[in-house]
């Protein structure tokens, strides 16, 4: 099953941007998805994540402005970004976070995110 990034763009800051992570099979196949951002030569830090049963766990960094979600139905997993920062400008991808520490993982295209004036 892969996931493909959506709802990137350029945005000002304070501003919003959902971000979609769409499966191309049964989402509930990862027992958690996990959002994750890259700057420009930097590693992949984790910023959110959703177990299977729906728990959720924000980075310090964000709490408080991103909020993460599920819908199984769509097999889609969401991050909803409020009050943008310029230091969230990123490429976002989206993962199960068991196969990214094994090294299993295969990173998608991702969704660039920039927040500029």
């Known amino acids: 099953v892969r996931l493909m990034e959506s709802g990137g763009g350029l945005v000002q800051p304070g501003g919003s941007l959902t971000l979609s992570c769409t499966a191309s099979?049964?989402?509930?196949?990862?027992?958690?998805v996990s959002w994750y951002r890259q700057a420009p030569g930097k590693a992949h830090d984790a910023v959110a994540s959703?177990?299977?049963?729906?728990?959720?766990w924000v980075d310090m960094s964000v709490k408080g402005r991103f909020t993460i979600s599920r819908d199984d139905v769509k097999n889609t997993v969401y991050l909803q970004m409020n009050n943008l920062k310029s230091e969230d400008t990123a490429m976002y991808y989206c993962?199960?976070?068991?196969?990214?520490?094994?090294?299993?993982?295969?990173w998608g295209q991702g969704t660039q995110v920039t927040v500029s004036s």
């Open positions: 993962a199960p976070p068991r196969s990214v520490y094994d090294g299993s993982w295969n």
């Open positions: 099979g049964s989402i509930s196949t990862f027992t958690a």
């Open positions: 959703i177990s299977s049963e729906g728990r959720t």
